[in-house]
């Protein structure tokens, strides 16, 4: 069972380093600042700033994505692509170092403790300092748009909704909560319900923000996650989510092109329709024909 689980990660994290080498091909790098301090190493979060951007005098919504990577892999260029388009669509937007969940603190859990605990506890500390330099930054500590790929998608998710798993070193006076969500296939899991910690069906509440949500008909991740997810948000007369669906495709199937930039102008549609962007994509569709299915 140890190596099958060892299998998986590897196969997990093998995915999304191809998929950096994909989506950051042409991608500038932002402006790297380190939103937390732990020994002799800092977390950093690199961040993407609209041209002729006035902080002092503007401010605009902002993003923060999470890499994915299977909890214990990636890196932060996973979404660079992303980050600097919205920048140029009038954004700030920000990716993300996390404490990723090695094996070996998977094998210090005691109980029922999942390894994933940690990253969560990162994002949080990530979104509080992104709202406690709201000012210096020029972004509406309001109308913050968070997400991620795969297991950022998941811990944007608990990040945002679960009061707990705070560092006790992050200033109170800011909370995780977010106005709206990208997600790129997160990875929900039946096996979360062991620890609460990291159990999105538990923290779920109907006053869940509206979001875009990308996935390839053939993930398992979305039958085994997302569509228990979505039978409760049902339940609770949730309505605020956009479901997309890639027919034929599987997991991480939006690091690949033409789904890089088709995901992309249906994720600008949908933070235009929230009042956060104005005017129209400027990608172009691509003329390969393949589309994306909304699902109820």
């Known amino acids: 069972m ?37 020994g002799n190493s800092g977390r950093e979060i690199e961040i993407f700033f609209p041209k002729n951007h006035a902080p002092a005098t503007k401010a605009v919504p902002g993003i923060i994505m999470f890499h994915g990577g299977g909890w214990g892999g990636g890196h932060r260029k996973q979404f660079r692509s992303l980050c600097h388009y919205f920048s140029t669509r009038g954004l700030v937007a920000a990716t993300v170092t996390y404490q990723l969940a090695t094996k070996a603190g998977a094998n210090k859990a005691k109980g029922t403790k999942s390894r994933k605990r940690v990253c969560i506890t990162d994002a949080k500390s990530a979104i509080r300092w992104y709202k406690q330099n709201a000012d210096k930054l020029g972004i509406d500590p309001r109308k913050i748009i968070a997400g991620g790929g795969s297991a950022g998608g998941h811990i944007s998710l608990l990040a945002t909704t679960n009061p707990g798993l705070n560092d006790p070193e992050d200033p109170k006076e800011y909370d995780a909560t977010v106005a709206a969500y990208l997600l790129f296939n997160p990875a929900l899991s039946a096996g979360d319900a062991k620890d609460p910690e990291v159990d999105f069906l538990q923290h779920l509440k109907a006053d869940f923000q509206p979001a875009i949500v990308f996935f390839g008909s053939e993930d398992n991740w979305m039958k085994k996650g997302w569509v228990p997810a979505t039978a409760k948000m049902k339940s609770l007369g949730i309505k605020s989510k956009d479901l997309r669906i890639a027919e034929g495709m599987g997991h991480g199937f939006f690091n690949r092109q033409p789904w890089a930039d088709i995901t992309l102008i249906a994720a600008d549609k949908f933070l235009n329709s929230l009042g956060y962007l104005k005017g129209d994509p400027t990608l172009v569709m691509p003329k390969s024909g393949e589309k994306l299915v909304r699902k109820p």
């Open 2 to 38: 140890k190596k099958l689980y060892s299998i998986i990660i590897f196969l997990l994290t093998l995915n999304s380093l191809d998929a950096e080498q994909v989506n950051t091909a042409d991608a500038p790098e932002g402006k790297v600042h380190v939103y937390k301090k732990t």
